[in-house]
């Protein structure tokens, strides 16, 4: 199992940037496919996920700002990021269980390297 974040950089607030998440070893329609952030000194929160029925979850933060997307042929996840803040400026990893949803943050056994969105003027 491999996984391969990129799209990261810096943005200026109220930016975008798509994300983007290579996987191999294993089909992403299949199971629940996630992205967390971490910030210095902060835990690493869920903030999107995708499941293999094509539901979507958000948290509260990014919901109505950001979109994740499954690109099957390619097995490739993808995070839209728009209207971003400075808040938002983290490490940001994609990752999975191999199954149909996501344990804890803590519980995942699965993660990509991370990649760095930066928010700022």
């Known amino acids: 199992v491999q996984l391969v974040e990129s799209g990261g950089g810096l943005v200026q607030p109220g930016g975008s940037l798509r994300l983007s998440c290579a996987a191999s070893?294993?089909?992403?329609?299949?199971?629940?496919m996630g992205w967390a952030r971490q910030v210095p000194a902060k835990g690493r929160e869920w903030v999107s996920a995708?499941?293999?029925?094509?539901?979507?979850y958000y948290s509260d933060s990014v919901r109505g700002r950001f979109t994740i997307s499954r690109d099957n042929p390619r097995n490739t996840v993808h995070l839209q990021m728009n209207s971003l803040k400075p808040d938002d400026t983290a490490v940001y990893y994609c990752?999975?269980?191999?199954?149909?949803?996501?344990?804890?943050?803590?519980?995942?056994?699965?993660w990509g390297q991370g990649t760095q969105v930066t928010v700022s003027s």
């Open positions: 995708i499941y293999s029925d094509g539901s979507t």
């Open positions: 070893g294993f089909t992403v329609r299949t199971v629940a």
């Open positions: 990752a999975t269980d191999l199954a149909a949803h996501l344990y804890e943050v803590g519980d995942t056994e699965y």
